[in-house]
Every structure is written in C-alpha cells, then in structure tokens.
C-alpha cells in the first residue's frame, strides 16, 4: 500500500526561524516526491519535486527538500520563515510503475509569527 | 489562459439539485485529475482521465458522481441528488502525460449545500 504522512497538521514559527515540515512515504516502488503550497482560496502551486538524481531538491521561494530513501523520508525546509510563507503545505507521492495517480498527505498548516 | 481554469468559482444550491462543475485543463495537457477538499482537510482522489477515458475512476464517492472529458480538453463532474455532506471544495489538476509529471491546480469550484 501507498500513503504519504505529515506529521503536525500545525506547524508555528517566528518570522526569521528554519521552516521545518515533516513528510514520511510508504511505496514498494521508487517514488516519486512533490511538495505542493496552498494559499487560501487558491489552488495547489508545485513548490519542488524529486524524481531522479541529487537527492537535495531546491524549489521556488527558497525552500528546499531532501529524499532520504533509508528514512523513507521527504522533508520540506527553509531557512529563514518569511511571513509570506503562511500557507498550507501537502507532500505527494507518485508511483513510477502506474503514474496515474497521486497520493496527497493531510496537509501542514503553516503559520509565521511576527 | 495559461493555466487550469475551473467554473464556475462558487456554488451555493438546495440539498437534492444536481450541479455541473467544469475544468478547463492547461492546453495540451493529456491527463486531468479531479479532487475533493474538505474543509481543513487533505485531497481526496475522485478521477483520473487520461485523452478522454477514465482509466482510475476509484474515488468516485457514490454513483451520484460522474464525471467526462471531451476533446482531451474540458472536463465536467456532475453530482445528482446533492447531500450537504458534497459541500468542499472540489479542485482540478492537469498534466502533460498521467506519469509522475507534476500537476497544475485550477483555483477550485467551492460548493455548499445548504
């Protein structure tokens, strides 16, 4: 079976602190990995995928991801929060043997602290 | 536009009307996905197309859902006999091919029955 978890449905943090938000997969074929932002009222924008290659993956708005295939781990990082950061946050999965679908975690609700 | 276009934006109507919801994919894009978003809740899977046909239609929650595409283009969901447990927010996603290619989000159709 397939799941994608993120631990903490919130995450808070003060404005200028390392963004930190976990995403943990089970897939019994390589995945690949997408981190998704979600601001309100809005669709889902990519923020930064692994497929293959270096495992680091940098993305847009100075966030970064690293796959840790022994973790079975994908977790989204920033170093310095910004306020416009405040977002809602979903890691996905998809399979390389099917494609056709995407597994969404829950979602990680951000929020940034002046 | 360039991007995934859904409509229309809100819909308010009675418990037990039918609704039509429209996707209008990113041109040229292959594979169209259709999702439900519960109120501070994860994606939940409805659809998948891949051209026209529905190759995964598992998350169709009853058979008061149906969805088509024509023309590898637009895409409806209709629900029948609307229950107030329908109201989400019900978000279109396209691709290039329906592989671990990343998926680009409409804004979302916001659906309440009252």
């Known amino acids: 079976a397939q799941s994608v978890t993120q631990l903490g449905s919130h995450v808070s943090v003060s404005e200028g602190a390392l963004v930190l938000l976990r995403c943990n997969y089970s897939?019994?074929?390589?995945?690949?990995l997408f981190w998704y932002v979600q601001y309100p009222n809005q669709g889902l924008q990519l923020l930064l995928k692994?497929?293959?290659?270096?495992?680091l993956v940098k993305g847009i708005n100075g966030f970064e991801a690293e796959f840790k295939k022994s973790e079975t781990s994908f977790h989204l990082t920033k170093p310095s929060a910004h306020m416009s950061d405040a977002a809602e946050y979903f890691c996905?999965?998809?399979?390389?043997?099917?494609?056709?679908?995407?597994?969404f975690g829950t979602g990680t609700s951000l929020t940034v602290i002046p | 536009g360039a991007g995934v276009s859904q409509s229309p934006s809100n819909k308010v109507t009675e418990k037990g009307k039918d609704v039509e919801l429209r996707c209008d994919p990113i041109?040229?894009?292959?594979?169209l996905y259709w999702y439900r978003q519960r109120l501070g809740q994860g994606l939940e899977f409805l659809i998948y197309?891949?051209?026209?046909?529905?190759?995964?239609k598992s998350g169709l929650p009853s058979d008061r859902f149906s969805a088509e595409r024509t023309g590898e283009s637009v895409s409806t969901l209709t629900i029948q006999r609307t229950q107030q447990e329908d109201s989400a927010v019900y978000l279109c996603?396209?691709?290039?091919?329906?592989?671990?290619?990343?998926?680009?989000f409409g804004d979302g159709t916001r659906l309440s029955i009252l």
């Open positions: 996603a396209s691709s290039y091919t329906g592989g671990p290619q990343p998926q680009h």
């Open positions: 897939s019994s074929v390589p995945p690949y």
């Open positions: 692994y497929t293959t290659g270096a495992t």
């Open positions: 996905a999965v998809s399979l390389t043997n099917t494609g056709n679908q995407f597994y």
């Open positions: 041109s040229g894009h292959t594979a």
């Open positions: 197309f891949q051209g026209n046909s529905a190759p995964d």
